[in-house]
């Protein structure tokens, strides 16, 4: 999970909060005090799925992925390639899964975490093979995540718990979060609605 996302949340759900509270004490009509509920719960179900719900769980068993609208399981079998180009990556013969928690850092994350590395004197230069990106730095969110799944994955390999070549016949599960998508669209809208009516 992204310490960085968990804080945008909170600020999010504190901004939403303001609003409901300013927009309860300026109206005096109780039905449209009844009407900003709406699109507060959309802020606060927006924070939620969007910010506090992604995370990455990295198990004996594989790696579960839990982005904003659906839930993936790469069982260690079916995983390929970690990438870290955009955001972490776990590349399958089918699917690439992108992990919402983990997204590549940008330039003033790079130079951060570049500082913090060379202060507790960890290797920036590369992976040992010269093909390190940004997204591989340790002390960012892709990176640190990487860099476990790669520890494990290759620990894994190393004590034959992995059954290598069946990448390709291995199922991916994907689980949609079908209450979250309706929930937002449904408070979007009503959002939108409660706006117009003002």
Do not use: C
Request: proline share 4%; aromatic share 8%.
């Amino acid at each position: 999970m992204s310490k960085f996302n968990r804080g945008l949340a909170i600020a999010l759900w504190l901004i939403v909060a303001l609003l409901f509270v300013t927009t309860v004490v300026n109206d005096t009509t109780w039905p449209d005090r009844v009407l900003a509920l709406v699109p507060t719960a959309f802020g606060v179900l927006l924070g939620w799925v969007a910010l506090w719900r992604p995370r990455l769980t990295i198990a004996d068993k594989g790696i579960e992925v839990v982005n904003v609208f659906h839930t993936v399981h790469v069982p260690w079998a079916a995983l390929v390639h970690v990438d870290t180009r955009f955001a972490l990556t776990l590349v399958t013969p089918k699917r690439r899964v992108s992990v919402w928690a983990a997204p590549a850092p940008g330039r003033a994350g790079v130079a951060l975490a570049r500082r913090q590395n060379q202060r507790h004197g960890r290797d920036t230069a590369g992976l040992g093979d010269g093909d390190r990106r940004a997204g591989d730095l340790l002390s960012t969110a892709s990176g640190d995540a990487a860099y476990l799944i790669r520890h494990r994955w290759d620990d894994l390999r190393e004590r034959g718990a992995i059954e290598l070549g069946t990448a390709d016949t291995v199922h991916v599960p994907v689980t949609l979060h079908w209450a979250s998508i309706v929930l937002l669209a449904a408070t979007a809208v009503g959002g939108w609605f409660a706006i117009a009516a003002r």
